[in-house]
Structures are given as C-alpha cells and as structure tokens.
C-alpha cells in the first residue's frame, strides 16, 4: 500500500509564504511526476504545479512567478514553496503522485493522492 501524507498547511496573512511538503511511502519501485492540486469550495479541483522524475516542472498561470515546486527523489517527498500569497490562493491542496509499485513479482501503475491540507490566507 502507497501513502501520500501532506504537511505545511495553515493559515497565513496575504503576501505571506509557506512550504508545502508531500511524502510518498510504502512499497514504490519508482515515482514518475509528482504534483500539486488545490479545490476552492464550490469549485473544481485544478493544477497548480507538477515535476517530473528529472525536474521538468510545469505551473498554472495563477501561480507562475509565486509558487515554486521541487522534489527529493531519495526521499520520494515534493515541495511546494508558496510566497505572495492572496485570498485567492485558498483551498485544500492535494498532493499527487505516479508511480510504480512491487506486488508480488510483478510492478504496478498507481495514481495515488494525499487526503488534503488546507491553506487559507486571510487577514
């Protein structure tokens, strides 16, 4: 079984930062992209960043210049460096992850997704 657990998430006045982090666990051969969502309520959940096992990294419009994504292939865990922050950018963000997996002898393709933390900006 393969677990993403989130951390970093809060509460944050506009124009401030914060450092998401993600960390991937359990019997995993290897982790493709990895990557970010953020769902606003009463809205659909979106991209906000992905980066790629060789640190290829793309970013949605709303956050270039911003939000800096990276990753720790040795620690199989993903950043996200969040600064000027606005109201906007409120919402649960998920993290995302694909990858492969040992089950038995055999290797598997998995999506897998985090449970979520809330960021909130507000003054």
């Known amino acids: 079984q393969v677990q993403l657990v989130e951390s970093g998430g809060g509460l944050v006045q506009p124009g401030g930062s914060l450092r998401l982090s993600c960390a991937a666990s359990?019997?995993?051969?290897?982790?493709?992209?990895m990557g970010w969502y953020r769902q606003a309520p009463g809205k659909q959940r979106e991209l906000v960043a992905t980066?790629?096992?060789?640190?290829?990294?793309n970013y949605a419009d709303s956050v270039k210049g911003r939000f800096t994504i990276s990753r720790d292939n040795a620690k199989n865990t993903v950043y996200l460096q969040m600064t000027s922050l606005k109201p906007e950018d409120t919402a649960v963000y998920y993290c995302?992850?694909?990858?492969?997996?040992?089950?038995?002898?055999?290797?598997?393709?998995?999506?897998?997704w985090g449970q979520g933390t809330l960021v909130t900006v507000s003054s």
């Open positions: 980066v790629t096992s060789g640190g290829s990294t």
């Open positions: 995302n992850a694909n990858l492969w997996v040992l089950v038995g002898l055999n290797r598997r393709h998995l999506e897998v």
């Open positions: 359990g019997n995993i051969v290897s982790i493709n992209a």
